[in-house]
């Protein structure tokens, strides 16, 4: 299989107590043969860097110390700021992914076949193998009603099954409403017009609106399952689940009551905070 050639993409990771797994990261695209990528790594006040300085220098990254944490899409906003204007593209992903050969120039060569795609995505397995559902349609309120009630003691419920798009990851490119910002290859123009990643989510949901903002500007969003990467998990967030329950929770009612924010929308709204209540109680108990 011949893998094609690179253009001009910036690597971002945003990091936060996350050495172990940047080692891994940075490896993986060395391993691919893209020693000259430009790849920043911006950091969200980390306890110690120690790790991830010597990972840096190992690999010639470039590192932002910022003095607070501004959350993922903060993080990433200020990666851009120091990238300058000459990227192509903008490889957005956690420093808990590793990739599979080819994985990279797979997504810039699908980015050059469908130029009106903004977001490029691709197929994002887990540590034991199996798909992560990473491309899904935009959240409804009743898609969103249903899992938040049911998700957990009823998995296999119509709705969250929906939410999860789940019968929908075979071989074959298609669109999808948003992709997960675990990995997302972006098209500098797309992300400029829109304005990049919303601050107001501090982490969780801050890729939904970005997909629904590129839809909105009238980008695609690209499910590229050429490429594949491996996602072991939310590693940095392990020792504060319930705090990242409620703030999954709290960004789910903020994306879901700003496109659902009509007057005659007031019940809705209402029996959604109701139910993400009740089910960030269930999580976090």
Known sequence: MIVPSLPNVVVI????????????????????????????????????????RAAIVQYGAKLIELSDNRGYGGGIAAGVAAAGKDAD???????????????????????MEVPEAGSLGPRILDANGGIYPSARDLPSLRTGVGHALFGRVWPTNPW????????????????????SGACLLLRRTAYDAIGGF?????????????????????????YVPEAEVVHTGAHSTSRSAKQMERVHHDSAYLYLSRRYSAWYQTPARLILRLALASRRWWMTR
């Open 198 to 222: 919303d601050p107001s989510y501090f982490m969780y949901f801050e890729d939904v609106d970005l997909g629904a903002r590129l839809s909105a500007a009238g980008w695609r969003n690209v």
């Open 160 to 179: 969250s099954r929906s939410y999860r798009a789940e019968q929908h990851y075979g071989p074959e490119r298609r669109d999808a409403g948003w992709l």
């Open 13 to 52: 990771t945003v990091t936060y107590n996350s050495g172990v797994a940047l080692t891994a990261f940075l490896d993986s695209l060395s391993n691919n043969g893209l020693e000259s990528l430009e790849v920043i790594v911006v950091d969200n006040a980390s306890s110690d860097l120690t790790v991830e």
């Open 89 to 111: 593209f903008l490889l957005i992903a956690n420093p808990d992914v590793t990739f599979s050969t080819g994985a990279v120039r797979w997504l810039t060569k699908a980015a």
